[in-house]
């Protein structure tokens, strides 16, 4: 019997198929300047997600991971769509579904089940889990923007708005917020700095 039967279950084509999250583009770069992966940010959303736990005992920690590792899996059919770009909520929301649905259904029945329900009550916000959840992600899309190579004329001001109101009602949340708002500013600035000293470089 080899790993992919432990338990009866043959989660491996499961996981085959969601290798192919790691080609799904968002509008972010890295540190290094290589555009950020869906399944870069979302493991770095749930280590986000594991460390602030330690702030909310009462939380069901594995469900806000599981959450976390599953929130943008349906993009694996139809891409990112970068919020920036306005997009449509419910066109965004079926399409995705869509996705997460085909890749869920590869699952034995239950963890078919378990998962199309946590992805659902993620979208849907409609517990406390879910909202820290969409916070966090907010969150590490912010902060992916204030420390990514990005490239000219990058749009710091989507920060500064971007899911404002999934930290309210939260004081640690709002501080949080409040740090990476402050972090946005000295990024905007420091690229404003920059640009003035290479044009005054370029013009001698």
Not at 170 to 199: M, N
């Amino acid at each position: 019997m080899g790993y992919q039967h432990i338990c009866g279950l043959t989660p491996l084509q499961f996981i085959n198929e969601a290798e192919q999250l790691k080609n799904v583009l968002r509008t972010a770069w890295t540190s290094g300047g290589k555009q950020e992966s869906t399944a870069e940010h979302s493991w770095r959303l749930a280590l986000l997600a594991m460390v602030i736990l330690e702030e909310y005992p009462r939380l069901d920690s594995l469900k806000v991971i599981k959450m976390a590792l599953l929130h943008d899996i349906g993009e694996i059919r139809e891409g990112d769509i970068s919020a920036a770009l306005r997009p449509d909520p419910g066109e965004k929301y079926l399409a995705e579904e869509r996705g997460a649905s085909g890749l869920f259904s590869l699952l034995p029945p239950q963890l078919e089940k378990e998962y199309m329900d946590l992805w659902k009550e993620y979208n849907e916000a409609v517990s406390k889990e879910a909202r820290l959840v969409k916070a966090l992600d907010k969150a590490e899309t912010i902060m992916q923007h204030n420390q990514g190579c990005n490239p000219a004329g990058f749009d710091y001001d989507f920060n500064l708005e971007y899911g404002q109101e999934y930290f309210s009602g939260d004081p640690l949340l709002a501080e949080f917020r409040q740090i990476l708002d402050t972090d946005t500013g000295k990024r905007k600035e420091g690229e404003k700095e920059g640009e003035i000293k290479a044009r005054q470089k370029k013009n001698g």
